[in-house]
């Protein structure tokens, strides 16, 4: 098993301009989400969803959009990259239930320049 | 919401030491508390949780206890290893919350042989 799958690791943006993060996960897990990481600040949620065709507001969604169309995929969209979303993005997934820690991918790391 | 406090940000121990870290919680609701460890340039990963109907759970080397009076749990490293040294997360979360975890912002552990 793959597990959860990034793309892509590293990305510079000028300001403005727009892209998608990818994630997928092969576990068949219901739930999927988005955190960025930031120094000193830990992580933070900014979208999540709890199947296809469900997703909902975290911490921090704001310049970032969306979309659960299978189980298996989960993209993020910034609209108009800004400095301000300099940071690692992480996804993660899990089954729904109790007692089911999540599975994180390894990370993009984005620069807005 | 649910908040997170996790003290302290940086430990640094000599090999065979132990090491703990702290972390308070504010949501009594919160019956879920997962602790990542986080290698460099890797996405977390979970290594112990514990739910609030125990107190104690144990895994080798590393124990996790709660206080639920007190709203607060600990991570317990013994006989540290060099490859310990990690940045470290906790986290909470409630059951009416799809899982949502709250992180704490993370303690950066140095195990120096």
């Known amino acids: 098993n793959a597990g959860v799958t990034q793309t892509p690791k590293f990305q510079v943006l000028k300001t403005g301009q727009s892209m998608t993060l990818q994630c997928a996960q092969d576990?068949?897990?219901?739930?999927m989400s988005w955190y960025r990481q930031d120094p000193g600040m830990g992580l933070r949620l900014i979208h999540y969803?709890?199947?296809?065709?469900?997703?909902d507001q975290g911490e921090v969604p704001n310049g970032y959009n969306v979309s659960r169309s299978t189980t298996e995929d989960f993209p993020l969209r910034l609209l108009s990259a800004a400095p301000s979303q300099t940071s690692v993005y992480f996804c993660?997934?899990?089954?729904?239930?109790?007692?089911?820690?999540?599975?994180f991918g390894s990370g993009t790391r984005l620069t807005v320049v | 919401g649910e908040n997170v406090e996790q003290h302290p940000s940086t430990l640094s121990v000599q090999e065979g030491d132990s090491a703990v870290i702290k972390c308070t919680y504010s949501?009594?609701?919160?019956?879920?508390f997962p602790w990542y460890k986080q290698e460099l340039g890797k996405g977390p990963q979970l290594i112990i949780d514990?739910?609030?109907?125990?107190g104690e759970k144990k895994d080798q080397r590393i124990a996790v206890t709660l206080n639920k009076t007190a709203k607060h749990f600990s991570l317990h490293i013994t006989e540290t290893q060099p490859e310990d040294s990690a940045v470290y997360f906790c986290?909470?979360?409630?059951?009416?919350?799809?899982?949502?975890?709250?992180f704490g912002a993370g303690t950066q552990v140095v195990v120096t042989p």
């Open positions: 993660a997934s899990r089954r729904l239930g109790l007692g089911d820690g999540y599975t």
């Open positions: 986290a909470a979360s409630t059951d009416d919350s799809w899982g949502k975890l709250q």
């Open positions: 949501d009594s609701a919160s019956n879920y």
């Open positions: 514990i739910r609030s109907n125990v």
């Open positions: 576990m068949n897990h219901e739930y």
């Open positions: 969803s709890v199947g296809a065709g469900i997703t």
